[in-house]
């Protein structure tokens, strides 16, 4: 008689729930990052699945695969909330003369002036106007699946005009290696996310309200957009108190 796996109690439940296929692919991501896909789910107790997620050191990860064996295995795993997470951002000039010499030029600039993620970056997104219609990207396997939130993103014209004209042509890994290590020949930090962080925080500091704000990074609650993906400093208070007081 077969031993019922952890793997086979999460590909039940998944296959009974209105789930994309991206939530799938990370579901089950964890079950492999924490090598539980062959474990007996008799053996996996509440403790045995809170033991395994303290060997994930970054709290945010952790708490994304507490996430995912809750929903797939049922166990009440404690979440802990999410808190932002801080890049060193370089001004935006800066960021942008570092990635001008890039062989990752058009991958650094859609998601530091479209706030693409790094699967929406490596496909092409159709173009309406000066506006992305973001719905696409790849997975890590490099099939095509619909983006993890969908919607229209205005960006500048000078960048529709060089976007429309090219066509990605690398992989996931390859443009996140490839833009860490452009930030490193900088001595600046350049990643996915960080340039995403960037393209939230430059339209705030320049006046963008929340509303904007959230429709342009394609959130559904504008509570995300502002607590996880703005950065204020304090040379960011110094002027605004300068600004507004002289």
Not at 59 to 72: G, Q, V
Not at 95 to 108: A, D, K, W
Not at 169 to 177: A, S
Request: glycine content about 6%; hydrophobic content about 35%.
């Amino acid at each position: 008689m077969s031993t019922t796996t952890v793997l086979d109690v999460a590909q039940q439940t998944l296959a009974n729930k209105q789930v994309k296929a991206t939530t799938v692919y990370h579901y089950l991501s964890t079950l492999r990052c924490l090598n539980l896909c062959d474990v007996p789910i008799e053996q996996a107790t509440l403790g045995f699945l809170h033991n395994r997620l303290q060997s994930v050191l970054n709290p945010s990860t952790r708490n994304k695969h507490a996430i995912a064996l809750r929903s797939m295995l049922g166990v009440p795993l404690k979440v802990q909330k999410g808190e932002q997470r801080i890049y060193a951002l370089a001004p935006l000039e800066t960021i942008h003369q570092t990635l001008e010499s890039s062989r990752y030029r058009m991958y650094g600039f859609s998601m530091l002036y479209a706030g693409l993620r790094l699967g929406e970056s490596v496909v092409k997104q159709r173009i309406s106007g000066n506006t992305l219609i973001v719905d696409r990207q790849l997975l890590p396997n490099g099939s095509l699946s619909t983006a993890k939130s969908s919607g229209p993103v205005v960006v500048p014209d000078w960048f529709v005009a060089e976007y429309a004209e090219w066509n990605p042509k690398v992989t996931r890994n390859t443009v996140y290696l490839g833009l860490q290590r452009t930030g490193r020949n900088g001595g600046i930090e350049v990643t996915p996310h960080a340039l995403r962080h960037k393209f939230a925080t430059q339209l705030v500091n320049n006046g963008c309200p929340p509303e904007i704000l959230r429709r342009q990074l394609r959130h559904h609650d504008v509570q995300t957009s502002l607590k996880f993906y703005v950065q204020t400093t304090t040379d960011d208070v110094e002027m605004q108190v300068k600004r507004a007081f002289g």
